[in-house]
Nanobody, 119 residues
Framework: QVQLVESGGGLVQAGGSLRLSCAASGSIVSINAMGWYRQAPGKQRELVAT??????NYADSVKGRFTISRDNAKNTVYLQMNSLKPEDTAVYYC??????????????WGQGTQVTVSS
């Protein structure tokens, strides 16, 4: 079993900041890439940011405002979100590419955390 547990969502005014965390636990051998996705009401889930080793990737809409980082010792990925805009309002999901004991790599998802940015 593998679990991804997100935290840090909430309600913030435009221009404010939030920091999301996602901790992976369970029968984990290793974690390759980790990332954040989001889904706004009536829209498809979209990539926000990913991190693999020292390499990061961001959606154009969040470049310069969001920063993804990772603590490998804690199997945790973070998303620092600054200068938030109302259009950042969405449910944010953590994603990780994990190898379990006795199995190969698979993608796992967290349950999601709501981020609401008021204007």
């Amino acid at each position: 079993q593998v679990q991804l547990v997100e935290s840090g969502g909430g309600l913030v005014q435009a221009g404010g900041s939030l920091r999301l965390s996602c901790a992976a636990s369970g029968s984990i051998v290793s974690i390759n890439a980790m990332g954040w996705y989001r889904q706004a009401p009536g829209k498809q889930r979209e990539l926000v940011a990913t991190i693999s080793g020292d390499s990061t990737n961001y959606a154009d809409s969040v470049k310069g405002r969001f920063t993804i980082s990772r603590d490998n010792a804690k199997n945790t990925v973070y998303l620092q979100m600054n200068s938030l805009k109302p259009e950042d309002t969405a449910v944010y999901y953590c994603n990780a590419y994990i190898r379990r004991y006795g199995l190969g790599y698979s993608y796992y998802w967290g349950q999601g955390t709501q981020v609401t940015v008021s204007s």
